[in-house]
């Protein structure tokens, strides 16, 4: 599946709400081979329980997809890398914050 992360998060995010009202649709509307001839509170379990196992199903393939996502295609800021290792170093360091020159710059 190729395309971008946001393309992908909107194809799922599509799925995830039209296979619900599709199965239910089928139902309710006797599309379904034998969907006739159950009464209305098997309908109404067995298809609610098929739209939140479709769902389900949509989210579990998302997660996949997301999964095989390239670790190396997104790359850190350098310099933002470089900003945050100095603060770690500076909290761990002890350095107070009254002689920090960051800390006295955003007061």
Request: aromatic share 8%; hydrophobic share 45%; glycine share 6%.
């Amino acid at each position: 599946m190729g395309g971008g992360v946001l393309q992908k998060f909107l194809v799922a995010s599509m799925f995830m709400g039209m296979l619900p009202i599709a199965i239910l649709y089928c139902f309710n509307n006797d599309l379904l081979p034998g969907s006739a001839t159950l009464s209305p509170h098997s309908l109404t379990l067995l298809s609610g329980f098929l739209a939140v196992v479709s769902v389900n199903v949509v989210i579990v393939f998302y997660i996949c997809v997301a999964l095989k996502e390239p670790v190396d295609k997104h790359k850190p800021d350098a310099s933002f890398v470089a900003d945050a290792k100095d603060s770690v170093k500076k909290l761990t360091s002890g350095v107070s914050p009254s002689t920090d020159p960051a800390l006295k710059k955003q007061e």
